[in-house]
């Protein structure tokens, strides 16, 4: 799995015209779910995004994380970061999950963030989502399960 994750003052996903999520300061984060990938990774995303220490502190270090500064995470399915872009000038999807596999993946990984405390919404799956940010750094930082879903690291 991956997942690109940008601090933000606020987030919103909206669909056909409508929000159907908001949140406040925290992370927007775009998750692609890739053929091969399990439970353990939406558990390894959670773990090292609820645990991130992207946030300033007083003296304006990143050294903060989502629970000290009581921040939301708006979680949005993403295929297109599966896109192979190797060949030729239109991305393959190929890597990308299934849609069923996808939605149960991406759900793991919402649920797993939720038992870690963290506040999380989500867009809607597989529907055309207009999502608008502030992001504020700017930050943005991409996390990869790939390799690490085994358990190798504890943030």
Known sequence: MKAVIQRVAQAAVAVDGSVVSRI??????????????????????????????????????????????SGEVLAVSQFTLCADTRKGNRPGFDRAAPPDEGKRLYGAFVSALQRRGVAAKTGVFGAHMEVSLTNVGPVTIIVDSAGNAGGHEEP
């Open 24 to 69: 406040d300061a925290g992370f927007l984060v775009l998750v692609g779910v890739e053929r091969g990938d399990s439970e353990a990774d939406a558990e390894y995303l959670a773990r090292k995004i609820s645990a991130l220490r992207i946030f300033p502190d007083t003296a304006g270090k990143m050294n903060l994380s989502l629970a000290d500064v």
